[in-house]
């Protein structure tokens, strides 16, 4: 059993935990978030993750440094990014990954970060 429950569904779990840390960065401006998670909640993570921003690094090993970030704006906005996301992700068992998207302030209304903010 964990010993500190899941920071989304608030249950605790069997097995040993995985953690990500989820945050955003504009201008002078940051917040950054870790989560503990079961495994349900860190595949949902994930998932939602894996689907908006670029993964950018495994482990110690860069993916592809040439690699333009995620505009969750959309790809056709070509307006300059103004907040930059990112995600560390902390499987256990396997390597760290660290995924990387970005918003320009014309579409500062996306909340990005607002599904990990109501419990699952």
Not at 92 to 111: G, L
Request: one cysteine or more.
């Amino acid at each position: 059993m964990a010993l500190f429950p899941c920071d989304v569904c608030h249950r605790r779990y069997v097995g040993v935990g995985n953690s990500a840390y989820l945050g955003w960065v504009a201008g002078g401006f940051n917040e950054r978030r870790k989560w503990r998670l079961c495994p349900r909640d860190l595949e949902q993570i994930l998932s939602f993750v894996e689907e908006r921003f670029d993964l950018v690094q495994v482990g110690d090993e860069l993916v592809d440094s040439s690699i333009e970030v995620s505009n969750l704006c959309g790809r056709d906005c070509q307006a300059p990014a103004s907040t930059t996301y990112f995600a560390h992700v902390y499987p256990r068992s396997e390597q760290p990954r660290i995924y990387v998207a970005s918003r320009c302030k014309v579409h500062a209304d996306i909340d990005v970060l607002q599904p990990f903010t109501v419990a699952a």
